[in-house]
């Protein structure tokens, strides 16, 4: 067998099952044959950077029988008192339109001053602008606090804006994740003007790229912010649903039950036949077939992930020592 064949043999592998398994099918191949090795110690050894090349990358989905398993014990656990927790550390933005429509979305603090929501909560404003901030608990909003728009980045989803002063108490202030937990369980909230709660929840179930959208959503979805198609192909993580989501989450924390910790920003809500590469989300497919939902049911959340979100702002001096 030459070497051509075998790197094909094991790019169908590591496609389609873990990297043990190939390298178990290519070692089966081979019989670790001395005299092969010795013969071909450059096509091996080309052969074993293949096999280490194709495990790395920005994308890690999970497989679809253990996205499956996860989202069935995630959906099964109430964590209630989380979703108190999670809505402490989240404030409410809103602001007014000349033709006085009210504009609303949540947001996320890095710090007592700044603050970090998704662009299209506020791609009415430009920079410099005002909004006001509250923040939450049920039944309950603070006074309205005085924040002013420092920075948008529409290609990516990310806004910031940043309070006149110190108003938020430290322990509104989430840790953020180091990094993104496949299959750990996520609660996001949204509180209305009259502090009512709404709550959905989800599994985390990959990270990659941003997804391509079919032309029929990207042109609805650009309608409330830049097309989805457009923005930069950054990593985004997404999260299969137990409770659906609606306006008014954009910009909020995606709170890792599990860690303790923020995950991402809420980016964005689709169904999977939105989905111009479906290929790519097999796994979620499967989860979905496995829970009989509807493909074309909004049960797909998009977040921007939590270190994107805080190499932003130390990237653009908006905050110093992160």
Request: glycine share 6%; with cysteine.
């Amino acid at each position: 067998m030459d070497i051509g064949s075998l790197l094909i043999i094991l790019f169908w592998l590591t496609w389609n099952e873990k990297m043990t398994y190939a390298a178990q099918k290519v070692a089966a191949l081979l019989n670790f044959n001395s005299a092969f090795l010795q013969k071909n110690a450059i096509q091996w050894f080309v052969l074993s950077m293949v096999i280490v090349l194709s495990s790395c990358g920005s994308s890690r989905i999970y497989q679809g029988k253990e996205l499956a398993i996860a989202y069935l014990n995630n959906s099964n656990v109430l964590h209630d008192y989380k979703e108190q927790k999670v809505t402490s550390h989240q404030v409410r933005i809103s602001y007014q339109l000349n033709n006085s429509t009210k504009v609303s979305g949540m947001g996320v603090p890095i710090t007592e001053r700044l603050i970090a929501t998704a662009d299209h909560v506020v791609q009415n404003l430009a920079v410099g602008q005002q909004v006001n901030v509250q923040i939450g608990a049920l039944g309950k909003l603070s006074k309205p606090l005085t924040a002013q728009l420092v920075m948008r980045l529409p290609d990516k989803d990310v806004a910031y804006i940043k309070l006149s002063q110190p108003g938020l108490p430290e322990s509104s202030v989430p840790n953020w994740c180091d990094s993104q937990q496949l299959g750990d369980k996520v609660i996001m909230t949204m509180l209305s003007s009259s502090a009512s709660l709404t709550v959905a929840s989800g599994t985390i179930s990959g990270i990659s790229d941003r997804p391509r959208m079919t032309e029929r959503f990207n042109k609805k979805a650009a309608k409330n912010g830049t097309a989805p198609n457009g923005m930069l192909d950054e990593p985004v993580n997404f999260v299969l649903l137990h409770r659906n989501m609606q306006g008014g989450f954009s910009g909020g924390a995606m709170y890792d039950v599990k860690h303790g910790c923020v995950t991402g920003i809420s980016s964005m809500i689709a169904s999977f036949n939105d989905l111009a590469q479906p290929q790519r989300y097999e796994s979620v497919q499967e989860a979905l077939s496995r829970k009989y939902w509807s493909e074309n049911s909004k049960v797909l959340a998009f977040g921007i992930p939590a270190k994107t979100v805080l190499e932003l702002a130390k990237h653009n001096d908006l905050i110093k020592g992160l």
